[in-house]
């Protein structure tokens, strides 16, 4: 028996040469998909996707429209093959964009220009860090930031100097952190002498932090000129892991993003509190489908990112649905 499903995109870090392109080879309708992508963006993110180089592919703004498109691909042959209409829809950071396509409420076209936009901007923001944080409780790594910014103020740090903020609520034992170099630097020594680890991660900008305030403001400048739609589906996002269906509501929470906490642990318990028991993860890689399990053991996961996930996955989840309206 099935309950609810929630379709999940990701977001940066699930990246890999080589993603997408079993799709495009064996299926019209992803092919498609990439090639009116391209089109929009102005250049060949397919052929970043399917050749790389890793070093490109990596660098982000390359990684953020790349996944974007791997992921909506993915979504287009999804729902053509026949799969389930999910009760939810979320995506982690970047992937938000890709949940609010899949629920109706952005058109391809302006999610193509904001993603573009989105990824230049935060591959120009200014100097910062990110770490992981394993083994703390988000309140204890909560009291660890406020400890390190109130001693970098002391030593006469400024307030962009000193700041240090949680970033990734991933699930309540990894979170990642995010800010200036020296307060990130602070903040994982006394991460270690809590008992945690702290682990740098590989990017040159404080990402959903404070310091991302002035390239919202950018974001929110293209933003302001595309139309959103009431959603068709209940769209869990980032910013307060609350859903909503209102255009308005998920625009002005949209803008808010790139500046505010992933409330991803949030999002999943929401959806598993309002019914939901299955979760495919619709894009390249499986992270977000590691954090669901985490998160949720009991919860039935899937996750597509090629032609034979895909057609197992929807066999799977029509047979459960079908069992599901017998019972």
């Known amino acids: 028996m099935m309950g609810k499903i929630a379709c999940l995109f990701p977001g940066q870090g699930s990246q890999s040469v080589g993603m997408g392109r079993v799709l495009y080879d064996e299926l019209e309708t992803a092919a498609g998909t990439f090639e009116r992508i391209d089109a929009i963006a102005g250049r060949s993110l397919s052929k970043l996707c399917f050749d790389g ?14 996944i974007m498109a791997v992921s909506l691909a993915a979504w287009q042959c999804y729902k053509e093959k026949g799969g389930p209409s999910p009760d939810y829809v979320a995506g982690h950071s970047l992937g938000e964009i890709s949940a609010l396509v899949a629920a109706g409420s952005l058109n391809l076209e302006d999610a193509v220009k904001l993603v573009e936009k989105r990824a230049s901007l935060m591959e120009e923001c200014p100097r910062g860090a990110m770490a992981a944080v394993l083994k703390l409780a988000p309140e204890a790594l909560a009291d660890i930031a406020a400890s390190a910014i109130a001693e970098l103020k002391a030593g006469g740090a400024s307030d962009d100097e000193a700041t240090v903020v949680l970033a990734n609520y991933n699930t309540r034992e ?42 919202a403001a950018e974001f929110g400048k293209v933003l302001a000129g595309c139309q959103l739609a009431d959603a068709a589906v209940e769209v869990v996002q980032n910013f307060d892991a609350s859903p909503a269906k209102a255009a308005a509501t998920l625009k002005q929470k949209l803008e808010k993003q790139m500046e505010s906490p992933v409330r991803w642990y949030e999002s999943i318990e929401l959806m598993v509190a309002g019914g939901v028991d299955t979760f495919v993860e619709i894009g390249p890689g499986a992270v977000l489908t590691g954090l669901v399990k985490k998160i949720s053991p009991d919860v039935r996961t899937f996750n597509i990112s090629d032609v034979e996930s895909l057609t197992t996955t929807i066999a799977e989840l029509k047979q459960l649905r079908g069992a599901a309206s017998c019972s």
């Open 53 to 66: 180089p890793a070093e490109e592919l990596k660098r982000t703004i390359n990684t953020q429209p790349t």
């Open 174 to 215: 990894q979170l990642v952190i995010s800010g200036s170099p020296e307060a990130v630097a602070l903040a994982s020594k006394k991460v270690k002498e809590h008992g945690g680890k702290a682990i740098p991660l590989p990017v040159g900008g404080a990402f959903h932090s404070p310091l991302m305030s002035s390239a």
